[in-house]
């Protein structure tokens, strides 16, 4: 599974973005995708994560209730759409994929894509 994330940029505190993540691979449904951040010197940590039919999802306490995850098996792709962001959601985002059934620590996930930089301005 190779994935390519997107949609990273500038915006200002209580704007949004929205990231998407494309998977290559025609078993895409059968993982489970997450996102991720990680700010300058500190430790990746878990923002969101999605099973692999959709049905359940998961969020960090520190996003709940202003970001969503979702995604399209048809299309291969998630999604994390991000509302009333703030300075500390300055991050480099990260997308991933697993097969396991815990899918909330960096060490759950077999398969990463490249960062897409978030900056959150004051």
């Known amino acids: 599974v190779q994935l390519q994330a997107s949609g990273g940029g500038l915006v200002q505190a209580g704007g949004s973005l929205r990231l998407s993540c494309v998977a290559s691979?025609?078993?895409f449904s059968w993982y489970a995708k997450g996102w991720f951040r990680q700010a300058p010197g500190k430790e990746r940590?878990?923002?969101?994560?999605?099973?692999?039919?959709?049905?359940?999802?998961y969020y960090s306490d520190s996003v709940k209730g202003r970001f969503t995850i979702s995604r399209s098996n048809a299309e291969n792709i998630i999604y994390l759409q991000m509302n009333g962001l703030k300075p500390e959601d300055t991050a480099v985002y990260y997308c991933a994929a697993t097969r396991r059934f815990s899918m909330v620590t960096t060490t759950d996930y077999d398969y990463w894509g490249q960062g897409t930089q978030v900056t959150v301005s004051t």
């Open positions: 691979g025609r078993t």
């Open positions: 940590e878990f923002v969101a994560a999605i099973s692999s039919n959709g049905a359940s999802t």
